[in-house]
């Protein structure tokens, strides 16, 4: 994920991006409809908006009907 590249040092700006990418891990943990990697997951999700939704959806523990 490239965490060495991103250099953040400014206030809570490591905190809060710690806490941005636990919550994209967890959510696509979630998301169990596909049988994927983690990373094939976000690549897909970045790319298919339908999917993306069932990602945020699953996420949130919301059941679309």
């Known amino acids: 994920m490239d965490e060495d590249d ?19 891990l967890n ?15 976000k690549r897909k999700a970045h790319i298919d908006e339908s999917y993306l939704e069932k990602v945020v959806m699953a996420g949130l523990g919301v059941d679309k009907k």
Request: aromatic residues 2%; proline residues 3%.
């Open 6 to 24: 991103n250099q953040i040092f400014v206030g809570n700006a490591v905190e809060n991006t710690a806490t941005m990418r636990h919550l994209e």
């Open 27 to 41: 959510m696509l943990r979630a998301e169990t409809s596909k049988v994927m990697s983690k990373p094939r997951k």
